[in-house]
């Protein structure tokens, strides 16, 4: 059993002034009974991230896929935790049935290239627009975590508590390259949050970073995807545990290497995971994290990879 690949699903091509470049940590979710939706980062002339949205069927993809646009979130105003980009997190509804947008907003610094927070927008639907909750962000430099922060996940328990695996910098090296951990954060509400400092995997022998997770649960229990970056750029990682707070890596079993196609050749990173239609998708970004754009896999028992 492995991923099957189906190709490169969208790149940009200076579609508008706002979509300039890359296409980069895709999030599906579901936008009917007969397609899905997929929210995505790009970047303008000035660099900055901002996020897109697009639809297509998944039995016929190509020459379906519906661009939205105008971007649903943008970077915020001179001088916020946000005004150098937005990108994807997760997006998910809470009990009054309003879409929460997690993402990490971006903060060019000085000797360290950026320090990086975690903000919250919230709309009546994944198709945006969405208005920020704070101008602040609900997750910064603490004492827990004091440098910078990445890409958020967030779930709800069944007890109705709220649960983060977010990414958090343990030091630079150097002004581009930092030591990087996933680790975890509680909430009563999903708005004040309690970090508690703990990585979530130790980072293996020559990995540098783990950061963008994506996470399912099922009777299997939970299963978690995220990238791995080395030396040798990303690659898609994957772990599994019975409880959240117990996990057991397998990479081999259900992650990612780079493909054939140059699209994909050097790098795999950015991975969400989405169940649609009794098949499993796997998307993911190629190299240059989101400059070749993403494409899709489905999860099959049996084909040539």
């Not at 929460?100 to 950026?114: D, K, N």
């Not at 009546?124 to 704070?134: L, N, V």
């Amino acid at each position: 059993m492995s991923w099957k690949r189906l190709g490169r699903l969208f790149h940009a091509e200076r579609q508008y002034p706002w979509l300039v470049s890359h296409a980069a940590n895709p999030l599906p979710f579901l936008a009917g009974s007969q397609k899905l939706g997929v929210l995505f980062n790009v970047r303008d002339a000035d660099n900055r991230a901002h996020v897109a949205v697009l639809s297509f069927p998944p039995t016929h993809p190509q020459g379906t896929i519906e661009l939205f646009p105008s971007p649903i979130l943008s970077p915020g105003e001179l001088g916020a935790f946000d005004e150098s980009g937005v990108s994807v997190g997760n997006c998910l509804t809470d009990e009054a049935g309003q879409w929460r947008l997690y993402y990490l907003g971006w903060t060019l610094s000085g000797r360290s290239a950026y320090y990086n927070s975690i903000g919250l927008a919230i709309g009546a639907s994944p198709w945006g627009p969405f208005e920020r909750y704070s101008i602040a962000p609900i997750l910064g430099r603490s004492r827990e975590d004091p440098y910078s922060l990445s890409y958020p996940w967030i779930w709800r328990e069944n007890d109705g508590r709220w649960s983060m695996i977010y990414g958090a910098t343990i030091r630079w090296l150097d002004r581009h390259t930092m030591l990087h951990e996933l680790r975890t954060a509680a909430s009563d509400d999903g708005l004040c949050w309690r970090p508690t400092g703990r990585a979530l995997l130790p980072l293996a022998p020559g990995e540098i970073a783990h950061a963008r997770p994506c996470l399912l649960r099922s009777h299997r229990g939970y299963e978690l995807w995220f990238s791995v970056k080395t030396a040798d750029g990303y690659r898609i990682g994957y772990a599994s545990s019975d409880d959240g707070l117990r996990w057991q890596r397998a990479d081999e079993i259900a992650g990612l290497e780079p493909g054939r196609e140059a699209w994909e050749d050097r790098e795999v990173c950015y991975p969400a995971v989405i169940d649609f239609d009794d098949q499993r998708y796997l998307f993911y970004c190629g190299n240059g994290y989101g400059r070749s754009g993403f494409g899709w896999a489905v999860w099959s028992h049996d084909h040539d990879v």
